[in-house]
């Protein structure tokens, strides 16, 4: 399983971003997906998740803005950020999960700044 994840740049506070995750080379069925987000000296901390059946969950510090979903492509996982803040500066990544492990993005960069 490959990930790219696109969407990333610099934006003003109060500004949106869409982020988008394109998986390939998935056999069988759509499993969950993931945005996970890191800054500088920091854990990676859990953004956004979308199961098979597309129940979402939401870290708190993004509920009410951020919302994640599917495209008509079933592996493609999109993040929309909406009334985006400083704090929402790091480095996005999507992961793909199965029983087992996890499969990674590149990480694209969110920057939010005047």
């Known amino acids: 399983v490959q990930l790219q994840a696109s969407g990333g740049g610099l934006v003003q506070p109060g500004g949106s971003l869409r982020l988008s995750c394109a998986a390939s080379?998935?056999?069988?069925?759509?499993?969950?997906m993931r945005w996970y987000r890191q800054t500088p000296g920091n854990q990676r901390e859990l953004v956004a998740g979308?199961?098979?059946?597309?129940?979402?969950n939401y870290a708190d510090s993004v509920k009410g803005r951020f919302t994640i979903f599917r495209g008509n492509a079933k592996s493609t996982v999109y993040l929309q950020m909406n009334s985006l803040k400083p704090e929402d500066t790091a480095v996005y990544y999507c992961?793909?999960?199965?029983?087992?492990?996890?499969?990674w993005g590149q990480g694209t960069q969110v920057t939010v700044s005047s």
């Open positions: 080379g998935i056999t069988g069925s759509i499993n969950g």
């Open positions: 979308i199961t098979s059946g597309s129940i979402t």
């Open positions: 992961s793909y999960i199965v029983p087992g492990r996890a499969y």
